[in-house]
Structure formats: structure tokens, C-alpha cells
């Protein structure tokens, strides 16, 4: 069973640079796209981007002057850098596997990290 | 963007009953259409993809339909384990949006 664990400071000052690792454990991180998905407290979900396991990306446009992702296959695990932060991006964050297959869904989810940004 | 809109927003049910959830499509997606169930402080998990197929492993008395604009997920004979919030999601194009959630509520 794949397995996704987000890990990272959960408080970042404002200006400062978010960063988060996903862990991926039963099961390979090649051959697959990985995402960033974010929830606002109280706010729908919102998609931060994709990296393929070769690291090539592609990253919601209303995010992605900030974003950054990195892919270490050595270690199965994938990274998000969210630089410039405003109390905005205090959300729960999710890592999942995807899009996947022909209809590009996300079919395996971390539980999710709460960052705030304060100060 | 496309923008996903789901009605309603919240709904309560009795275990046993049947319920309907509708998401809707600014523009047509064709069945570029996924559902997803989210517990508090649980991964999300995804219950049909492409609008109708049963992701493995999900109970059958869940089920998608709809193309285009107008989607519908439905649960036959609620379970305990159901009361959720529920989220479509559009992968016709990028950026993928979800609408913003149906929280099913016990009755």
C-alpha cells in the first residue's frame, strides 16, 4: 500500500521560505507524477503543482512566481518550497500521487501538515 | 480557471438513506472528473475517477455520473463510516480545481 507523509516546521514567519518534504513509502516514486495540494482554514483545496519523478514541473499559475519543487528519488521523497510567505498560505498541505492514469486523478494522499505564518 | 461548484454545501442524512451530490462545471470537462472523501485529519481518498469509475477497493454503493458541465455523486444506503465532506475535482485541464466541498452530516 502507497504511503504519503508530509513533514516540515509548521510555523514560518512572514517573508520567509515554507518548506515541506513528502515521503513515499510502499511503493515507487518513479514512473509517477507527485502534487502539492493546499487547504485554507475553512477554504476549498487548491493545487500547488506537479514534478514527475525526472523532475520536470508544472505549477498553478497563481502560484508560480513562489514555488519550487525538487524530487529525490534516492530517498523517495519530493519537496515544496513556497518562498515569500503571507499569513495567505497558512493551510493544511497535502503531498499525493498524481495526476495519475488517463483521467489524472490523485489516487494516494498524505494526511496533510497544518503551516501557519506568523510572525 | 475552471470553477467546480458542488451542492449542497452540507447535507444530513440517516444511516440508510440514499444521497445525492451535484458538482458543476464552469465550462464542459467531458468526464475529466474525480471524487474524492475526506475525514478530519485523514488523507483524502478517492472514490471515482473519470465520472463513473470506481476507484479499487471503494464500496459500490458509491457511484458517478455526468459529462460536460454536470456531475452527480451518489451513495446508496448511507454507512456510519460515510459522514464525510465530499469533493469533486476537474483534471480536464490545468490548473486542477475542486469544488468546495460537501460536508454530509448525520441526521
Known amino acids: 500500500q502507497v504511503k504519503l507523509q508530509e513533514s516540515g516546521p509548521g510555523l514560518v514567519k512572514p517573508s520567509e521560505t515554507l518548506s515541506l518534504t513528502c515521503t513515499v513509502t510502499?511503493?515507487?516514486?518513479?514512473?509517477?507524477?507527485w502534487s502539492w495540494i493546499r487547504q485554507p482554514p475553512g477554504k476549498g483545496l487548491e493545487w500547488i503543482g506537479y514534478?514527475?519523478?525526472?523532475?520536470?514541473?508544472n505549477y498553478n499559475p497563481s502560484l508560480k512566481s513562489r514555488v519550487t519543487t525538487s524530487v529525490d528519488t534516492s530517498k523517495s521523497q519530493f519537496s515544496l518550497k513556497l518562498s515569500s510567505v503571507t499569513a495567505a498560505d497558512t493551510a493544511v498541505y497535502y503531498c499525493?500521487?498524481?495526476?495519475?492514469?488517463?483521467?489524472?486523478?490523485?489516487?494516494?494522499w498524505g494526511q496533510g501538515t497544518l503551516v501557519t505564518v506568523s510572525s | 480557471d475552471i470553477q467546480m461548484t458542488q451542492s449542497p454545501s452540507s447535507l444530513s442524512a440517516s444511516v440508510g438513506d440514499r444521497v445525492t451530490i451535484t458538482c458543476r462545471a464552469s465550462?464542459?470537462?467531458?468526464?475529466?472528473l474525480n471524487w474524492y472523501q475526506h475525514k478530519p485529519g485523514k488523507a483524502p481518498n478517492l472514490l471515482i475517477y473519470a465520472a463513473s469509475s470506481l476507484q479499487g477497493g471503494v464500496p459500490s454503493r458509491f457511484s458517478g455520473s455526468g459529462s460536460g458541465t454536470d456531475f452527480t455523486l451518489t451513495i446508496r444506503s448511507l454507512q456510519p463510516e460515510d459522514f464525510a465532506t465530499y469533493y469533486c475535482?476537474?483534471?480536464?485541464?490545468?490548473?486542477?480545481?475542486f469544488g468546495q466541498g460537501t460536508r454530509l452530516q448525520i441526521k
Open positions: 514534478i514527475y519523478y525526472t523532475g520536470s514541473t
Open positions: 499525493a500521487r498524481g495526476p495519475s492514469g488517463s483521467y489524472l486523478h490523485f489516487d494516494y
Open positions: 465550462q464542459s470537462v467531458g468526464t475529466y
Open positions: 510502499g511503493g515507487s516514486i518513479s514512473s509517477y507524477y
Open positions: 475535482q476537474q483534471s480536464y485541464t490545468m490548473p486542477y480545481t
